[in-house]
């Protein structure tokens, strides 16, 4: 099994972290994993986007043209990435904030309304773990609990009473997506 | 079992420098590589073993307390990115001159001048074919995963004290700014005990002084030191080429990539395997001592070589020396801190080799 996966976005949405946590979730299931971060200007108030490679295998290219996944969470993003889809892949966005609409026909679309679910509970910070928890219902790559491990390791200590946070918003990700096509 | 880690490329350098017993680290910040001082900084490892970390006021500042270091027989250390780097090059050739074992590392970026942040490996020549003056080498190794950052942060130092070298580790932005897992390995002494046939530690009355320069306005002597640099050279250029082949037996293209490119290239011999075409790829580790010989015996076996840099060509050149007109020997790159892609860089095969 191999899943390369884009997450684009603004900075500031947790793309990166999104990303760190999906790799780290991969790491605790012994699958290899890279995580190739934009950095550099771009960071700064632009748009933020991250590659990353789950796979059983040695992973060569950190870098990549076409992707399996791509979870495109702003106008921008959508823009550049969705033609970067693999045809009979996956592209899941969020509508908040579009005026253009995903078109492609060879692929599959799915609708995360995360950014209005966010504001619904109690820390609007959930936002990317609503995203992450979209995909993992789309594509369950990782278990759950290899996920939560991955929480663990990657949020810093003092912030690990909000844990329980986002394995609820990995929850409520997993039931408010919907395919479009 | 060692301990496993999800790491940035940067933060495994710095990993590595205190898991390595590395004593010291001077250096000033520069993306894409602040994140090893930073990593050092917060780790506090004049608490874990004792080493320490200095921020310098300059990049010279920093190569010459590590040339002051190195004299003492620590195990120092800097790194840089390739503006840093260039204002090194007098320290460098000093180090190189002075016979003082250190550690540099360079996580490339885009130039020339200030350039780009974002990755490059257009250093090559600076770092192979000394970018400072006089007749001197550096052992010159390029990492092409995180795991290779921690890794050869070890072999560096073993490296640059085997020889009284210094010993250069060239990354770029991509493997310096990705994360990927590390195995850690266990921790290592720092270096205590000292050579005493040239350290400066202190005269004692039973030895002469010890004298670490570069100087010496003697032309006859400074022939004579030289020729055993030279003979150094060679010695390391028969011991310690390092490379990795990676589907050679059966392959009629060959794709020759260090570093970040090695990666890419690995995908797009991947995509041209599942098209039929019989691509294998090899990949200097050691960039000096190039692998002359490896890639001298597959050359004639091969329909065409493609040399793949972050760069206007310069390791091409080392390639093409190697290969000797054996094959056709094209180069295929992107500059100023632009990365291809694997399906870029299959199509450059195709174009070059196979439909034309």
Known sequence: ?181 | MKELRLMKGNEAIAEGAIRAGCDAYFGYPITPQSEVMEYLMAEQPEKRTGMIVLQAESEVASINMVYGAAGTGKRVMTSSSSPGISLMQEGISYCAGAELPCLIVNVVRGGPGLGTIQPSQADYFQSTKGGGHGDYRLIVLAPASVQEMFDFVFTGFDLAFKYRNPALILSDGLIGQMMEKVHLAEQRPRLTEFDPSWTITGKTPDREHNIITSLDLDAARQEKHNQKLQAKYQKITENEVRYEELMTEDAEYLFVAYGSSARICQKAMQLAREQGIKVGLLRPITLWPFPVKPIAHLAPKMKGILSVEQSAGQMVEDVRLAVACATPVEHYGRMGGMVPSPEEVLNVLVNKFISK
């Open chain 1, 1 to 181: 099994m191999t899943e390369e996966i884009i997450i684009a976005g603004f900075g500031g949405q947790g793309v990166l972290s999104m990303g760190k946590i999906l790799a780290y979730s991969g790491i605790m299931q012994d699958q290899e994993v890279s995580w190739f971060p934009s950095y550099g200007p771009e960071m700064r108030g632009g748009t933020a986007n991250v590659t990353v490679i789950l796979s059983d295998e040695r992973i060569s290219s950190p870098v990549l043209q076409k992707y399996d996944t791509a979870i495109l969470l702003n106008q921008q993003s959508l823009d550049k990435f969705e033609q970067s889809v693999k045809p009979g892949g996956v592209l899941i966005y969020d509508t908040n904030g579009l005026t253009r609409f995903p078109e492609r026909t060879d692929i599959q679309v799915y609708r995360v309304d995360a950014a209005d679910a966010a504001t619904k509970t109690e820390s609007s910070k959930t936002f990317n773990m609503i995203v992450l928890g979209a995909f993992l219902k789309i594509k369950p790559i990782v278990r759950l609990e290899n996920v939560r491990k991955g929480l663990e390791k990657s949020i810093p200590p003092r912030y690990s009473h909000l844990i329980e946070a986002n394995e609820k918003a990995i929850g409520v990700g997993q039931e408010i997506v919907v395919r479009e096509r």
